[in-house]
């Protein structure tokens, strides 16, 4: 397939890319990272000298943001496949990266290479109104990915933010099923941080005084232990509200692993038996895969469940640098309902391009790809490990590289002891859920391999032997 790029050769812009010189500085920057990175390749304790300057650049923080951090990370700006080195100076294993934005790890020699070529571009943010041709191939890639499993998501809308992504979703759904105002969701349902998202996210906390923007109507999610009673739960539930508000519904949200509510996989047949009467009412279908995006046996998690035929609107983000709306071509807008200053920094696109390589190139996907592999290594040291500490730790294990567990009695105190007694050893994992809260991991996975998994299952051993659940 031709791309820009390859058309525009000649410009003099070309010719700076192409510039032998700019190889060279790249090659001597890349070489000059990775024998310092290289220092840093376990977990190591803070060092005592930086504990003040760390001390003060924390509160720096909190008071910058108004609240503490949610834990003590700040980042010094180097890292090393799994691991990161903080701001003083100790080495963690990341297995949250960020809620699941190091598909390669840290310092990857990859994504530096792509940020260097970004930093020479005239466009530090690109945008409809300031497009270059890398932006052009992450829409084109992402809709590439689709299409490779029969997913006709015909066109894409880039955009820098899960949130954003999600509510141009909500906007295509809406101005196709006009004057339908209504959404369908799941119980649990995280969906971002927007007035409107807030009223779909199923967290009152979270919308805490603000206006509710939309009419939501929740479904209970699939119980794995009693999947076809609780498909028909669902199944019933949907079928009362479509009868309750005939031609209302203007969207059916779904996130195929619920991801903030708590690692909780839905399967094939639950979903295929809510998206066909929904199908059938007219009501526009939206994966939010802006969590899911390229940790299961595919790329997408609807193509993993496989759930082609519904896909009308694809969200995803996180993990490619740049979020996404993907969309069918019969929902393509009759009216100027999408457009934005920045769609993502230039820095992002090539990145988001290095990092889906990546992504294919370690094999990451297929029914005993990367992906699903390292997740059953996963799950088969933490149940030694349900074994080795009885009633500190519990199963479901979630899906491909959406890993968690719920530690102790499920409370949050418990789920916040353990990750931070697991910080304070160098493990990375973070609080999701509620009622029970779990701890999750999200790996890399384009560079976990299974000795870094060995590792933090050793880190949580030893965490775990200094937790004691409340009862
Ligand atoms: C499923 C899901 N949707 C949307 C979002 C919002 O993304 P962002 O924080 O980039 O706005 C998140 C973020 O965690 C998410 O997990």
């Given at each position: 397939?031709?791309?820009?790029?390859?058309?525009?050769?000649?410009?003099?812009?070309?010719?700076?890319?192409?510039?032998?010189?700019?190889?060279q500085?790249?090659?001597l920057?890349l070489?000059?990272?990775a024998?310092?990175?290289?220092?840093?390749?376990?977990?190591?304790?803070?060092?005592?000298?930086?504990?003040?300057?760390?001390?003060?650049?924390?509160?720096?923080?909190?008071?910058?943001?108004?609240?503490?951090?949610?834990?003590?990370?700040?980042?010094a700006g180097?890292?090393h496949?799994?691991?990161?080195?903080?701001?003083?100076?100790?080495?963690?294993?990341?297995?949250i990266?960020?809620?699941?934005?190091?598909?390669?790890?840290?310092?990857h020699?990859?994504?530096?290479?792509?940020?260097?070529?970004?930093?020479?571009?005239?466009?530090?943010?690109?945008?409809?109104?300031?497009?270059?041709?890398?932006?052009?191939r992450?829409?084109?890639?992402?809709?590439?990915?689709?299409?490779?499993?029969?997913?006709?998501?015909?066109?894409?809308m880039?955009?820098?933010?899960?949130?954003?992504?999600?509510?141009?979703?909500?906007?295509?759904?809406?101005?196709?099923?006009?004057p339908?105002?209504?959404?369908?969701?799941?119980?649990?349902a995280?969906?971002?941080?927007?007035?409107?998202?807030?009223?779909?996210?199923?967290?009152?906390?979270?919308?805490?005084?603000?206006?509710i923007?939309?009419?939501v109507?929740?479904?209970?999610?699939?119980?794995?232990?009693?999947?076809?009673?609780?498909?028909?739960?669902?199944?019933?539930e949907?079928?009362?509200?479509?009868?309750?508000y005939?031609?209302?519904?203007a969207?059916?949200?779904?996130?195929?692993?619920?991801?903030?509510?708590?690692?909780?996989?839905?399967?094939?047949?639950?979903?295929?038996?809510?998206?066909?009467?929904?199908?059938?009412?007219?009501?526009?279908?939206?994966?939010?895969?802006?969590?899911?995006?390229?940790?299961?046996?595919?790329?997408f998690?609807?193509?993993?469940?496989?759930?082609?035929?519904?896909?009308?609107?694809?969200?995803?983000?996180?993990i490619?640098?740049?979020?996404?709306?993907?969309?069918?071509?019969?929902f393509?807008?009759?009216?100027?309902?999408?457009?934005?200053?920045?769609?993502?920094?230039?820095?992002?696109?090539?990145?988001?391009?290095?990092?889906?390589?990546?992504?294919?190139?370690s094999?990451?996907?297929?029914?005993?790809?990367?992906?699903m592999?390292?997740?059953?290594h996963?799950?088969?040291?933490?149940?030694r490990?349900?074994?080795?500490?009885?009633?500190?730790?519990?199963?479901?294990?979630?899906?491909?590289?959406?890993?968690?567990?719920?530690?102790?009695?499920?409370?949050?105190?418990?789920?916040?002891?353990?990750?931070?007694?697991?910080?304070?050893?160098?493990?990375?994992?973070?609080?999701?859920?509620?009622?029970?809260?779990?701890l999750?991991f999200?790996?890399?996975?384009?560079?976990?391999?299974?000795?870094?998994i060995?590792?933090?299952?050793?880190?949580?051993d030893?965490?775990?032997a200094k937790?004691?659940?409340?009862?």
């Amino acid at each position: 397939m031709s791309t820009l790029t390859e058309q525009a050769t000649t410009t003099a812009a070309q010719s700076l890319r192409d510039d032998p010189r700019i190889a060279q500085a790249k090659a001597l920057i890349l070489q000059t990272v990775a024998e310092h990175a290289a220092r840093l390749d376990g977990v190591r304790p803070p060092r005592p000298e930086l504990a003040d300057h760390y001390q003060q650049l924390l509160s720096e923080a909190a008071a910058a943001r108004g609240a503490p951090l949610f834990w003590p990370y700040l980042a010094a700006g180097l890292g090393h496949g799994p691991y990161v080195e903080l701001a003083d100076g100790s080495v963690k294993l990341d297995f949250i990266g960020g809620i699941g934005v190091y598909g390669c790890g840290h310092s990857h020699p990859g994504t530096i290479e792509a940020a260097l070529g970004a930093a020479i571009d005239d466009v530090p943010m690109q945008g409809n109104l300031q497009l270059h041709p890398p932006s052009v191939r992450v829409a084109q890639r992402l809709i590439e990915l689709a299409a490779c499993e029969q997913a006709p998501l015909k066109h894409c809308m880039l955009s820098t933010s899960g949130a954003m992504a999600n509510e141009n979703a909500l906007k295509l759904a809406f101005h196709k099923a006009a004057p339908a105002d209504r959404v369908l969701a799941f119980d649990n349902a995280f969906a971002g941080r927007s007035i409107a998202l807030a009223a779909i996210t199923d967290r009152p906390s979270y919308r805490k005084g603000i206006p509710i923007a939309l009419s939501v109507d929740y479904l209970p999610c699939l119980d794995i232990n009693h999947p076809e009673r609780s498909t028909r739960w669902a199944v019933d539930e949907l079928k009362r509200l479509l009868a309750r508000y005939p031609g209302k519904h203007a969207a059916f949200w779904a996130e195929l692993i619920a991801g903030e509510g708590g690692y909780y996989p839905g399967s094939h047949d639950f979903f295929a038996a809510l998206c066909r009467p929904i199908r059938e009412a007219g009501i526009p279908i939206i994966f939010d895969e802006v969590q899911s995006f390229s940790r299961t046996s595919r790329p997408f998690a609807f193509q993993h469940f496989k759930l082609q035929e519904f896909a009308d609107i694809v969200t995803l983000g996180k993990i490619t640098q740049v979020c996404a709306t993907l969309y069918r071509e019969s929902f393509k807008p009759t009216a100027p309902i999408l457009s934005q200053t920045f769609t993502g920094a230039t820095s992002s696109m090539a990145i988001a391009l290095s990092t889906l390589d990546a992504l294919q190139a370690s094999n990451c996907f297929g029914d005993d790809g990367q992906n699903m592999r390292r997740h059953r290594h996963f799950a088969a040291g933490l149940e030694r490990l349900v074994h080795r500490h009885p009633g500190k730790i519990a199963g479901p294990f979630g899906e491909a590289m959406m890993i968690a567990f719920t530690p102790g009695s499920g409370s949050g105190e418990d789920a916040k002891w353990l990750m931070d007694l697991m910080f304070a050893e160098g493990l990375l994992g973070f609080v999701c859920g509620s009622n029970p809260t779990r701890l999750r991991f999200l790996p890399p996975p384009a560079i976990t391999t299974e000795r870094h998994i060995d590792a933090a299952l050793e880190l949580l051993d030893q965490a775990l032997a200094k937790f004691v659940p409340t009862a």
